[in-house]
């Protein structure tokens, strides 16, 4: 039966919605709308929804799908306005309408289908609703006073961001979607602008706090500030004026919960969790949670059971959500990063930001657009982004793809044996334009585990030779990478299915580290380098390196992440030293720069090395994003080709914050904050991504782990889903027949073409 006395706290969209879709299913149930303000009262101009969610909204209530149908504002276009240069991409598709008018669409169907609306009514608290009623909705806003008296069962956390923006609105109608940039003495601002009625747009005006400050905004009143956002974007406005309504200068909060319901009571939108406007989700949000509840409580046979049901359905695309916004939202915080770009690059990255569109689905939008974008970048014609070569001093990558370092565990006394030769050789063969060794480590007691390669014996080195003379004879154009490094205090540990960072049983060898700190309880305690014996670790680095010369590596990287002895110097949280090693930042990356320094030395001067670091520790009071630019920069000053930005493993108490690309970030802070070439890793996964963070500038190469676990021919296959035949990418001949995906049955059956009467 489901609940039959519902009470909705809170008249926005998502509310009202729900109220509406309640009583539909159940004309018996008895619902009333609790809203503090007047109808008419609300907060903001312009409300845009997708595609998918109307046709939700469809099969749900087709009467309010035909009320919103005939109020819609359509456009297709996007227009990006920097530096007096304005760049058109199409075929996006927004429908939009005033958010005043989406109210009163949703108060109409309420009183047609029952639903009680108290307006200037102030809700009693979910508390006292929850004792006479079945249901409580808390549709109580971004401010939730309901989800404020539940925090020890809702448990929110709410972030407050960098930027401030306020609301407001210009009596015409913009002709698309217009971001544009102003750089003033003060700092940047940007406009986010687009239509909702044939003769109105909504306007967005955001900056950072520094600059909205430095600008006088927060000594000016609502009228004085509108004013002087007109002053500002004039020609984006075509020297009209601007209005508000309820508008006032504000920080964006996100609000995330570990629970959206307490006994009875539900939260929905805004009050359940937020995503920035630049990805114009609020509403949209809300709308789905509001259909998603509905449904759940209509399928399921408890109400308990359909507040779980809702959750679990409504959680995932959420957090997927509340990734895309977080990251368009940083974009705009950083914005100043990318002002330097092609207009054409940067108008692409602006359109990339939040990775819901990418460069494929923009091809497939705006394929003109698309392919000015590629040619200013300087794709080979024909290539996608991911196929442009990329030269490190004298070495050449003929793409941007690089199998990442990944420890195999697989070696006996640290010689790489035959299933190296066939884990790494197989990789060569897969197309990739760089193949990377695990870390391969320089001494004994060096090593992680047991089963760890090294480069500290001749026998080593001959076993390296062997894997890197397969490669460059059997997949010509492929170079390949050694990683050296040290583990630290992570070493003398299991293999990683035996148990990851756990002691050995039985064999440990003496570990040694920038401080005497275990790794996490229960590990051995490293004994503090001595200033002496810095100089043997040195020698070790340098010796190794050697015989990676000797052994034809085309390039070297330095292991400075994850915790291991490099990266325990560089981390405040692992580095406790008093002397010239330890204290600053400074002297905390001294000993990894006299070990980039001595190995430079003896590294052939035509080969490049990188340098991998871990750009945060997640963890308070250790690196952080500020902290990994400096990094970067120093060691770009002593000779660093490129940066391999990775995250965390520094101490075992991390927090790390998972998702998509979710390393990349870092990676494009340094490149555009240095101008130093940086190789993006973590949770990078389809060619579709490698292509849209190469061409928006974010990265220079995408190092991709576990997708080459699966798929040891995954660029091969990239290049053939893309009908990409060129010099990036060379199928093997013994494989050239395997270049076109196998054909399958058919599963349909051939149509008639004739009827034929009786």
Not at 29 to 35: K, L, P
């Amino acid at each position: 039966m489901g609940p039959l006395r519902v009470a909705v706290i809170g008249g926005g969209p998502g509310g009202l919605y729900a109220a509406a879709l309640l009583k539909r299913l159940d004309p018996r149930r008895d619902i009333t709308v609790w809203e503090r303000n007047a109808p008419d009262d609300t907060f903001g101009f312009g409300v845009v929804l997708s595609d998918e969610t109307l046709g939700g909204i469809e099969d749900a209530d087709p009467v309010v799908h035909a009320a919103l149908q005939a109020e819609f504002v359509r456009w297709d276009d996007i227009d990006v306005v920097h530096r007096g240069t304005r760049h058109t991409s199409g075929g996006h598709g927004f429908a939009a309408l005033g958010r005043r008018r989406l109210l009163e669409i949703l108060h109409e169907r309420c009183r047609q289908l029952g639903v009680n609306l108290r307006f200037r009514s102030e809700a009693p608290s979910a508390a006292d609703l929850a004792r006479d009623h079945d249901l409580v909705v808390a549709a109580d806003g971004v401010h939730s006073a309901t989800r404020e008296a539940h925090a020890d069962t809702f448990r929110p956390r709410v972030e407050e961001h960098r930027c401030r923006y306020i609301w407001l609105a210009a009596d015409f109608a913009f002709d698309a979607f217009r971001f544009e940039i102003a750089e003033t003495e003060h700092g940047v601002m940007q406009l986010h602008g687009y239509p909702y009625t044939g003769g109105d747009s909504t306007v967005i005006v955001e900056m950072r706090e520094e600059v909205w400050r430095a600008a006088g905004f927060d000594e000016l009143d609502v009228s004085e500030s509108v004013e002087r956002c007109a002053k500002i974007f004039t020609e984006a406005l075509g020297g009209r004026g601007l209005r508000s309504n309820n508008s006032a200068w504000t920080a964006f909060r996100t609000v995330v919960n570990e629970k959206w319901s307490h006994g009875n009571v539900v939260l929905v939108g805004d009050a359940a969790h937020t995503a920035h406007f630049s990805i114009g989700s609020g509403t949209k949000l809300a709308v789905e949670d509001a259909l998603a509840l509905a449904a759940c409580l209509q399928e399921q046979p408890t109400t308990a059971e359909a507040l779980a049901a809702y959750e679990a359905e409504r959680r995932p695309v959420v957090a997927s959500t509340q990734r895309a916004a977080r990251a368009s939202l940083e974009w705009f915080e950083n914005i100043g990063l990318y002002l330097d770009q092609p207009a054409r690059q940067f108008a692409f990255n602006l359109l990339t930001r939040s990775r819901r569109v990418t460069h494929d689905n923009l091809r497939l939008r705006d394929p003109r657009f698309t392919e000015a974008v590629e040619r200013d970048f300087g794709c080979p014609p024909g290539a996608p982004p991911m196929f442009t070569p990329l030269r490190l001093r004298d070495l050449t990558l003929r793409n941007r793809v690089v199998v990442s370092p990944m420890d195999m565990y697989s070696a006996q006394a640290g010689v790489p044996g035959d299933f190296h030769l066939v884990h790494l050789g197989a990789r060569a063969l897969g197309g990739a334009g760089l193949v990377m060794t695990e870390m391969v480590c320089v001494s004994p007691e060096g090593r992680i585990t047991p089963g760890c390669t090294g480069l500290y014996t001749p026998e080593q080195a001959t076993a390296w030779r062997r894997i890197t003379e397969f490669a460059h004879t059997q997949a010509p154009g492929t170079a390949v990478g050694v990683q050296l490094g040290h583990s630290g205090r992570k070493g003398s540990t299991k293999l990683m299915w035996d148990g990851i960072d756990e002691p050995l049983p039985d064999g440990n060898w003496p570990l040694v580290a920038a401080s005497p700190l275990p790794y996490k309880p229960g590990s051995q305690t490293p004994h503090e380098l001595a200033t002496g014996e810095l100089a043997d670790v040195r020698e070790q680095f340098t010796s190794a390196a050697l015989r990676a010369a000797d052994a034809g590596f085309d390039l070297l990287e330095l292991h400075c992440a994850h915790g291991y002895l490099l990266s325990g110097f560089l981390s405040p949280l692992s580095n406790h030293r008093t002397d010239a090693y330890g204290g600053s930042l400074t002297n905390r990356l001294r000993f990894p720069l006299e070990v980039f320094d001595a190995v430079r030395d003896v590294w052939p001067g035509d080969r490049p090395m990188t340098v991998r670091i871990s750009a945060t520790d997640w963890a308070e009071g250790g690196t952080d994003a500020h902290d990994a630019v400096e990094i970067a920069r120093a060691f770009a000053a002593h000779g660093a080709d490129a940066i391999d930005v990775s995250t965390g493993q520094v101490v075992a108490d991390e927090k790390p914050a998972y998702g998509r690309s979710y390393q990349v970030p870092f990676a494009d802070r340094i490149r555009n904050e240095t101008g130093i070439p940086v190789i993006s890793v973590g949770a990078i996964s389809s060619w579709d991504d490698v292509n849209s963070l190469i061409l928006a500038g974010r990265t220079d190469l995408c190092a991709l782990a576990r997708p080459h676990l699966y798929d040891p021919h995954w660029t091969l296959h990239a290049a053939a889903e893309q009908g990409y035949a060129g010099p990036g990418v060379a199928w093997p001949k013994p494989y050239e027949a395997g270049s076109r995906p196998p054909q399958t049955g058919r599963s349909d059956a051939p149509k008639p073409r004739l009827t034929l009467g009786g």
